[in-house]
Structure formats: structure tokens, C-alpha cells
């Protein structure tokens, strides 16, 4: 699928499994984080709407407006952050890498092995929501 010219019609049915979107003030701003400090990739960027990809992966980010007659809309926080109780993993993106290019206050959690077999960094996106690039650690005592 071209990302770039599918209509709105054919993209939306084509979505399957679980789907995630973010909502935002600044779709660029967001956009321009996730692309400059995870890597990731930005399809359809405008003002309102992006399409955001890592691998097979994607995910959406709708400028709060576009949600005018949504009911999420009325409990959305008037002041960052935003989505407090979720954490999105990107799997396969080096948490050093992308903690070397966030901005120092960005930085919730720094890289570290964890005890699950990952290594993983929290960084906050401008709003606030929380993105963990995380690698799997090499398995201990390994053939």
C-alpha cells in the first residue's frame, strides 16, 4: 500500500489487529520527534493527520480538532502529559541511539537491562505520552 496517496476510505479499511492514535496539538512537532529521535518513519503528514510506520507496524496521529464530535475529545488534558498509563514500546530500536539524540529532559527512564531480557530507555514526547525503544538482550549462556 502507497501510504502516501491511499485514500482515507481505503486506508481505514484496510486497518486490522490492534489499532493506535495518538492525539495531539501539533501533529508536526510529534511527528518530527518520533522521525528525529525513534527513527520513525512519517507518511501523509499535514497539519491534522499522520501516518506513522516502524517496519510492518504503523499508527496514526490526529490533531486534536479532528476530533471534534469524538467523545474523547471533552477529557482531553489541557496541559501535558498526555497519555500517563501507557507506555509504547518500539521493539527493535537501539534505546542508547535514541536517548543520544532526545532532549536531556526528554529522558525518563535512561537505558538499562532489564530483567525481562530487554534493554530499554523511557522518552517523553513533547506531550508527554511514552515511548520505549527497547532491543532484546543476548540470551545468557547462549550455544
Known sequence: MDYETVSADGFGRSLSGVGLNLLTRDVRGLAAFLRDVLGLNIHRLSDDFAIVTHGPHLFQIHRDGTYGAHPLSGLLPENPPRGT??????????????VSRAEAD?????????????????????????????????QQGAA
Not at 518500539?90 to 534505546?95: A, V
Not at 534493554?119 to 520505549?132: N, V
Open 85 to 98: 498509563g501507557i507506555q509504547i514500546y518500539l521493539l527493535g530500536i537501539d534505546p542508547d541511539a535514541a
Open 106 to 138: 526528554s529522558v525518563l527512564e535512561k537505558p538499562a537491562d532489564k530483567p525481562h531480557g530487554l534493554r530499554e530507555a523511557t522518552i517523553l514526547s513533547p506531550e508527554g505520552y511514552a515511548f520505549s525503544p527497547a532491543v532484546a538482550l543476548a
